[in-house]
């Protein structure tokens, strides 16, 4: 995966002044925890806080079914120094981590972008990585198959012994076997977060592990900076053309909600999204006539699919697809997700994916001899 990273040594101090500004533009603030040490300014992720003392940081993962209360507390102590004395409840961990277990590989990209990447010893899921890096480690053995997330081999794990497993927690779910290894599960919740920037400053959380923090921030100055440029292309652009997304499964259709994180990118690639008075964070399940009744005349329609997927296909499917406009006029954008690497590169390059969706919305303002990385006219 070629990654624009930003070297810290080489990153201007105006840059690093302008982050917080950048971000600013696109986000509202977050919330803060306790009042223990001082805080990091997390300027768009709304779902973790960062402490610092002079003994150790404490990183708090709030709980995104419930935001007043934490999900998680880490308490992190520099691995050369003597453990400190008095630290708050939360699971200690020595920093910088060593060995570590990946239950997605979206997790695993971000210690790819720190630079990080040969502490990864283990992995879940590892039929959707596509990552060259990933899948050669893979390959040659240097990173461990654990199977699938729901049915975890505890034992080939424990054989690479590593310091913490970073996983994605779900709402009433526990995590089986694994809670008895003794490993420090890592519940990293930046899917629940609602905006594209939002959701790669999760790279900082996990940066704090490995001691990159400013690796870290240096990384999320210039993608603020390119998301920011791009949003600043549409300035003046008036016209929003309207846009809904997906398609049915069985008889439910699930569209985003209005406040969701590709409600964002839409508003942010100047379209008009149908759904965008809806405050709802996740997806809303709708029947088809509703949501034929309100998209029957949007001028785009976006689907994202595991297979290759025509018009004529679509129509086979279902029918009535065929009355929507957009069906009509060729103007669906298509993205086949096993053929390209948006789930893994597009949450830590939402700049990428957000030139993709303005190429298509505003083709008055494309580049030059531009080609889209993710998404595509569908074929007929």
Same mark, same amino acid.
């Given at each position: ?20 500004? @950048?971000?600013? #533009? ?11 040490? =001082? ?19 404490? @990183? ?5 079914? +419930? ?27 020595k ?11 979206? *997790?695993?990209?971000m ?6 990447? *040969? ?29 699938e ?6 034992? &080939?794990?424990? +054989? ?10 779900y =709402? ?5 076997? #694994? ?30 592990f490995? &001691? ?22 549409? *300035? ?10 997906e ?28 759904? &965008? +008075? ?5 997806? @809303? ?7 034929? +009744?309100?998209?029957?005349e ?13 018009y004529?296909?679509?129509?086979s ?8 406009k ?17 789930y ?6 939402? *700049?990428?994916?957000? =030139?993709d ?24």
């Amino acid at each position: 995966m070629k990654i624009n990273k930003l070297s810290v040594k080489k990153l201007s101090i105006k840059r690093m002044l302008l982050y917080p500004v @950048l971000l600013l #533009l696109s986000c509202s603030g977050g919330k803060l925890a306790k009042d223990v040490g =001082q805080p990091v300014a997390i300027t768009c992720a709304r779902g973790f806080t960062i402490h610092e003392t002079d003994d150790y940081t404490l @990183l708090n993962v709030i709980n995104p079914w +419930d935001t007043t209360s934490i999900l998680h507390t880490y308490v992190l102590i520099d691995r050369e120094k003597p453990r400190p004395e008095n630290l708050p409840e939360g699971d200690v961990v020595k920093i910088p981590v060593s060995h570590i277990a990946c239950l997605s590989s979206v *997790d695993a990209s971000m210690i790819e972008m720190l630079g990080d990447i *040969d502490k990864v010893k283990a992995m879940a899921e590892t039929s959707y990585v596509k990552m060259p890096t990933l899948r050669k480690a893979l390959d040659e053995g240097r990173i461990a198959d654990i199977g699938e997330y729901a049915s975890l081999n505890i034992e &080939k794990l424990m +054989d690479v012994s590593p310091e913490i497993i970073i996983v994605s927690p779900y =709402q009433n779910m526990g995590y089986g076997k #694994l809670e008895t290894t003794g490993i420090t599960i890592v519940e990293n919740a930046g899917y629940m977060e609602n905006t594209p920037l939002g959701r790669a400053e999760w790279i900082r959380f996990v940066a704090a592990f490995l &001691k990159k923090s400013r690796e870290a921030e240096a990384l999320m100055a210039g993608i603020a900076e390119r998301y920011q440029s791009l949003l600043a292309r549409l *300035d003046g652009v008036e016209n929003r053309p309207t846009v809904f997304s997906e398609k049915k499964y069985g008889q439910v259709w699930h569209v985003p909600g209005g406040n969701s994180y590709m409600a964002h990118f839409f508003r942010d690639a100047g379209a008009d999204y149908l759904w &965008k +008075d809806n405050t709802h964070t996740g997806s @809303l399940s709708l029947d088809f006539e509703t949501v034929y +009744d309100k998209a029957e005349e949007a001028d785009f329609w976006i689907i994202k699919s595991d297979n290759d997927l025509t018009y004529q296909q679509l129509k086979s499917e279902y029918a009535p697809y065929a009355h929507f406009k957009a069906w009509k006029n060729r103007k669906i954008i298509f993205s086949n997700t096993t053929r390209n690497n948006y789930y893994e590169e597009g949450v830590m390059n939402p *700049d990428w994916v957000l =030139q993709d969706l303005i190429y298509f919305f505003h083709p008055e303002v494309v580049w030059t001899d531009f080609k889209p990385r993710y998404f595509e006219w569908m074929q007929y």
